[in-house]
T-cell receptor
Framework: GAVVSQHPSWVICKSGTSVKIECRSL??????MFWYRQFPKQSLMLMAT?????????EQGVEKDKFLINHASLTLSTLTVTSAHPEDSSFYIC?????????????FGPGTRLLVL | DAKTTQPTSMDCAEGRAANLPCNHS???????VYWYRQIHSQGPQYIIH???NNETNEMASLIITEDRKSSTLILPHATLRDTAVYYC????????????FGAGTRLTVKP
């Protein structure tokens, strides 16, 4: 299957700092990428849809000024958690969809675990 | 997208077939059935998908009932590494939206 990578795989930061997470599609171009968040023992929750060359679409309840998304190329989307606080500690997962496939399967990255102290 | 219902958890003996059921009684004619799994602390992994015919790949088989209201994912020879949460998702093909995850089934493969 298609490969999606994330960097870093884990990060620890102090409260009030900003953290950037990268999501790359390694062997295909993705016009659309998705960002999810997963808290312990819970399922994945969509945060936003990232479209190459345009503004991201955020889910209700997700602060767009706190979670900045940039999708500047067909292989890279970034999520920046600004002024992170302990409640932002979570597992962040991106996914990308291969355009043009009949059923448009989504492939997921390995996730980034964020711990805010 | 149609709603799905899966058992919360299941156990399976190593080497035996794992059969994971999914109910999707409100599925529409143009909706596919997708299966993903998530091993602890990893991103979801695509397993298989189908519309109405049974499908098989190197990982699993997908059996969809004739009325398409339910399906079963079969792992033919479960190993300890198959322990994961398995998600059944129903969605329209060529949908600009994402995959919506429910609670899934936590499969534990025991030695």
């Amino acid at each position: 299957g298609a490969v999606v990578s994330q960097h870093p795989s884990w990060v620890i930061c102090k409260s009030g700092t900003s953290v950037k997470i990268e999501c790359r599609s390694l062997d295909f171009q993705a016009t659309t990428m998705f960002w999810y968040r997963q808290f312990p023992k819970q399922s994945l929750m969509l945060m936003a849809t990232s479209n190459e060359g345009s503004k991201a679409t955020y889910e209700q309840g997700v602060e767009k000024d706190k979670f900045l998304i940039n999708h500047a190329s067909l292989t890279l989307s970034t999520l920046t958690v600004t002024s992170a606080h302990p409640e932002d500690s979570s597992f962040y997962i991106c996914s990308a969809r291969i355009p043009g496939q009949g059923t448009e399967t989504q492939y997921f990255g390995p996730g980034t675990r964020l711990l805010v102290l | 997208d149609a709603k799905t219902t899966q058992p919360t958890s299941m156990d399976c003996a190593e080497g035996r077939a794992a059969n994971l059921p999914c109910n999707h009684s409100t599925i529409s004619g143009n909706e596919y059935v997708y299966w993903y799994r998530q091993i602890h602390s990893q991103g979801p992994q695509y397993i298989i998908h189908g519309l109405k015919n049974n499908e098989t790949n190197e990982m699993a088989s997908l059996i969809i009932t004739e009325d398409r209201k339910s399906s079963t994912l079969i792992l033919p020879h479960a190993t300890l590494r198959d322990t994961a949460v398995y998600y059944c998702i129903v969605r329209v093909a060529r949908n600009n939206n994402d995959m919506r995850f429910g609670a899934g089934t936590r499969l534990t493969v025991k030695p």
